[in-house]
């Protein structure tokens, strides 16, 4: 049975009406500062309205995959920190975490966002490791958002440290991370047959289903992830798709250099 802070949500929606008063395709505030740890090689904050997530990117050296030896790799890790929400629990990252992260990564990679052969030390040996590990500091809804936002915006801020003598020397740097594209993740959420972005924690709670479109800077698909136990009708994929190029612009504006 739903709550009744649900109910009142989705009455809301079948009213074409939100409980922030924004409109459907309407993000919250959006604030992005980068460079704010000092100890990674890249960072990033985001907050969209009370979400709040933090990025942190720490390069290594270790061995490649077997079936991609003179590629770097990629490792993207979400934390749901719990002060962030009391539905939140300390020790390993759950189901949620888990989803976060993939998608994350998923965005990043299938747009071919790093350059990941040019992180290649020695083929088959060593190759450049970038570590992406995004930090959930407060929760208010539309998480994966945020989260790949500060990823993106974290990596086009990452340097890559000197390496000499097979020993990584941070603090000092040899040049930037390579990067070739700006992948946006951006989330529809479907509450009784309507369409809405960047939906707060009342609308999580009440989403019938979601589903996350990465798109490139040329308006490609890059992945597109489903959730939530409910469906989504052809004609709404096509309107999401729409919605996710179109928003993908303007939050690409935000962090491009």
Same mark, same amino acid.
């Given at each position: 049975?739903?709550?009744?802070? *649900?109910n009142y ?12 008063? /924004?409109k459907?395709?309407?993000? /919250? ?10 100890? $990674?090689?890249?960072? +990033? /904050?985001?907050?969209?309205? !009370? ?7 720490? %390069?290594?050296v ?11 790799v990629?490792?993207?890790? $979400? *934390? ?18 888990? *989803?976060?992260?993939?998608?994350? =990564? ?6 071919? #966002? ?5 992180? #290649? ?5 060593e190759?450049? %490791?970038? !570590? ?12 994966? =958002?945020a @989260? ?5 915006a ?8 000197? &390496?000499? !003598?097979?020993?990584?020397? &941070? ?8 990067l070739? =594209?700006?992948?946006? $993740?951006?989330?529809?959420a ?7 972005i960047?939906? !707060? ?6 989403? =019938? $289903? ?10 490609e698909? #890059? +992945?597109?992830?489903? @959730? @939530?136990?409910? #469906?989504?009708t ?12 179109k928003k993908?612009?303007d ?7």
């Open positions: 049975m739903l709550k009744a802070s *649900e949500v989705r009455k809301l929606v079948e009213e074409n009406m939100r409980i922030d008063a /924004r459907f395709d309407e993000f /919250r505030p959006i604030s992005i500062e980068t460079d704010i740890i000092k100890t $990674a090689e890249g960072s +990033a /904050r985001v907050i969209i309205g !009370n979400s709040h997530v933090l990025v942190g990117i720490k %390069m290594s270790g061995e490649p995959y077997p079936d991609a030896p003179d590629e770097g990629l490792i993207v890790n $979400a *934390e749901l920190v719990p002060v962030a929400s009391p539905t939140f629990e300390p020790g390993p990252p759950d189901e949620n975490a888990i *989803e976060i992260a993939r998608v994350i =990564d998923r965005g990043i990679r299938e747009s071919q #966002c790093i350059d990941l052969e040019k992180l #290649c030390i020695e083929a088959g040996k190759v450049w %490791m970038v !570590n992406v590990d995004v930090h959930v500091l407060d929760y208010d809804g539309n998480l994966i =958002d @989260g790949a936002l500060g990823a993106i974290a990596l086009l801020k990452t340097k890559i440290p000197k &390496y000499e !003598n097979k020993k990584v020397i &941070y603090g000092e740097y040899k040049g930037e991370l390579p070739r =594209d700006i992948p946006i $993740a951006i989330t529809i479907k509450i009784s047959n309507k369409l809405l960047d939906s !707060n924690l009342e609308e999580d709670n009440a989403l =019938d $289903a979601r589903i996350t479109i990465s798109t490139n800077k040329k308006g698909i #890059c +992945a597109v992830q489903k @959730g @939530g136990k409910g #469906c989504f052809s004609s709404e994929i096509e309107d999401a798709l729409d919605l996710s190029m993908g612009k939050l690409r504006k935000l962090i491009e250099v």
